[in-house]
Every structure is written in structure tokens, then in C-alpha cells.
């Protein structure tokens, strides 16, 4: 098992940033590449991005691309999310989650309980 741990979601004025991190306990922090999703109401969960175990790999969803980061510390067992320049329309319930590297949940058998960002215009 592995429990993940999201934290450093808020209120945001456009043109803003954020950083999120989720904390990992459990299995090896390491063998798992780690994801980054959201979700707005009313709407399907959307990849974010995507970290390989080692960091060397990352995907970015096009909504993001150039404007968020993922990056990972396995020595902290962390991943993280830095989000700049942000939209209204990233305002979402953000989530993080441990699996095979891929941009579809179905990949992630290890999800946080989520953190709710806010783009305010």
C-alpha cells in the first residue's frame, strides 16, 4: 500500500502561483512514477502530469504545458507541482497518484484525497 498525502491547495488571483506537494508513505517511493490530475465540478478527472520513478521522464497535459512543473525528491518521498501563471479555468480539486507512467487514471493504483485550488479573475 501506499498512502499519499496532498497539501498547499488555496485561493489564487489569476496570473498567480502555487506549489502543491503530495507525500508518500509506504512502498517504495521510487518504484512508482507519480501523477498529478484534477478535477473541476461537473467534469471528468484530467491528467495534469506525470513524473517517472527516476524524474528523468515527465508528460505534461496541453491545458498546462509551459506554465506548471512536476518534480519529485525521493530522498522526501514528495512530489510536487508548481503551477504558474494560473487560469481560472485550473480551478480544480487536484490530485495525486502512484502508478505506471501514464496519462490515464487507469494506470494509478494509489490516489491522494485531493486539494482544492482556486483561480480567482
Known amino acids: 500500500q501506499v498512502q499519499l498525502v496532498e497539501s498547499g491547495g488555496g485561493l489564487v488571483q489569476a496570473g498567480g502561483s502555487l506549489r502543491l506537494s503530495c507525500a508518500a508513505s509506504?512502498?517504495?517511493?521510487?518504484?512508482?512514477?507519480m501523477g498529478w490530475f484534477r478535477q473541476a465540478p461537473g467534469k471528468e478527472r484530467e491528467f495534469v502530469a506525470a513524473?517517472?520513478?527516476?524524474?528523468?521522464?515527465?508528460y505534461y497535459g496541453n491545458s498546462v504545458k509551459g506554465r506548471f512543473t512536476i518534480s519529485r525528491d525521493n530522498a522526501k518521498n514528495t512530489v510536487y507541482l508548481q503551477m504558474d501563471s494560473l487560469k481560472p479555468e485550473d480551478t480544480a480539486v487536484y490530485y495525486c497518484?502512484?502508478?505506471?507512467?501514464?496519462?490515464?487514471?487507469?494506470?494509478?493504483?494509489?490516489w491522494g484525497q485531493g486539494t482544492q485550488v482556486t483561480v480567482s479573475s
Open positions: 497518484a502512484a502508478g505506471r507512467m501514464s496519462t490515464r487514471t487507469r494506470a494509478y493504483d494509489y
Open positions: 509506504g512502498r517504495t517511493f521510487s518504484n512508482y512514477a
Open positions: 513524473i517517472s520513478g527516476t524524474g528523468a521522464t515527465t
